[in-house]
């Protein structure tokens, strides 16, 4: 039996989503292969609010940001990290041999503007990242803030945002922020299976990358660009064709969908979660900072997660223990992508149907 997921990715997968998987192969050098990369790129800017070049990647989320921190830091990256996924992009960068320090905040609580111009007031840094979203805490980070910060402060230091769990699922308008890298993957908010890595990146984060001598080559951002603008919107290797007639015709649907709608519905998610949790549990994050694309529970009633799951599964669902350090005391709730509302309290109900709630 399929077991739907409430898991923060991978995400349920229409199945007329699936299906364009299957569409026939065409060459990577044909004419059609840059309409096809041009037509996703026109619809991504939409969900991204952005007039940048869209890069797309053969790989999950995490190939884009190692190519991000590591091709665009010239002198020193300052990573703010709320939890796992900025963790990582620390790691990505000292694997590299990129320069960078990590400021982390206490666990469950935000990146503030306060933290960021403390760092940057240094002059060492030349490029920040922040998560917008962090998985395992389930907390949404102020980054309207952060990015006032930046423009009235700081208006020289690249801005790279990591939105993999919640592009698709909440409103980031890129360019009104001033985000020059921008990234996101298929397998959360936008509905798809894991293997495209996407990104808007702004014209002065390439140039600014030209200065950096060893990039790499495959998340080379400055290959990457490049070719779109010389071979007309083609791919350097060869990209996972399947993931890109899907992507197309699921941004359809999103567009379709409406985009202030999309955001509303996982808000409105959002609440029902939050409030259950808060009326069973209690919620990690603070009301102010919380998630609107899945949500983290404190485990007060110190159930077994594993054993809940396993009724779950039984009865067709999936949800998703905490990650790291959190794996025993929380557990988490995704509401994303293609979720519905009557899928999310039939969820609920089960949930409460197993532990008598
Ligand atoms: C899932 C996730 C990632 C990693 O993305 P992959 O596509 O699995 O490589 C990075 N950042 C955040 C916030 C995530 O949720």
Redesign the pocket.
């Known amino acids: 039996m399929h077991k739907k997921l409430f898991i ?2 991978p995400v349920d997968v229409r199945e007329d989503v699936l299906l364009k998987m299957a569409t026939p192969q065409i060459g990577h050098r044909t004419k059609d292969a840059s309409a096809l990369q041009r037509s996703i790129s026109d619809k991504i800017r939409k969900v991204m609010y952005t007039e940048n070049e869209i890069l797309l990647s053969t790989s ?3 190939g884009l ?1 190692e190519g991000a921190i590591r091709s665009c830091t010239r002198k020193r990256a300052a990573v703010f990290s709320v939890g796992a ?1 900025g963790d990582r992009w620390y790691k990505m960068a000292t694997a590299n041999n990129v320069p960078a320090d990590i400021f982390k905040s206490e666990l469950g609580k935000p990146t503030t503007p306060e933290m960021v111009d403390e760092v940057l007031a240094t002059g060492k840094y030349d490029l920040i990242t922040i ?1 917008h ?3 395992s805490t389930a907390i949404m980070n102020p980054v309207e803030e952060i990015s006032e910060l930046l423009k009235k402060k700081y208006p020289d230091v690249l801005f790279c945002l ?1 939105t ?2 919640s592009m698709g699922g909440t409103k980031i308008p890129v360019d009104e922020l001033g985000v020059d890298v921008c990234i996101t ?1 298929t ?2 908010c936008l509905g798809l299976p ?1 293997g495209l ?1 996407i990104c808007s990146v702004s014209k002065r984060a390439i140039e600014a990358a030209r200065q950096v001598e060893f990039r790499g080559l495959y998340f080379d951002f400055v290959e990457l660009y490049d070719y779109i603008q010389d071979k007309d919107y083609q791919y350097p290797s060869t990209p996972s064709l399947a993931h890109m007639f899907a992507l197309d015709y699921q941004l359809d649907n999103i567009l379709a969908e409406g985009l202030e709608n999309r955001f509303a519905r996982h808000l409105e998610m959002a609440k029902v979660t939050r409030e259950w949790a808060s009326k069973h549990f209690e919620m990690l994050a603070e009301e102010k900072y919380a998630s609107n694309t899945l949500t983290t529970i404190r485990n007060t009633k110190e159930i077994s997660v594993s054993d809940l799951n396993k009724e779950l599964g039984k009865r067709g669902y999936m949800i998703s223990n905490g990650y790291g350090k959190l794996k025993d005391v929380t557990f988490r709730i995704a509401h994303m992508a293609d979720t519905q509302m009557d899928e999310l309290k039939a969820l609920l109900a089960t949930i409460e149907e197993i532990l008598g709630l």
């Open positions: 923060p990715g999950s989320g995490s940001m996924f998560t979203n962090e998985t990591d993999v769990s993957s397998q959360k894991a890595s």
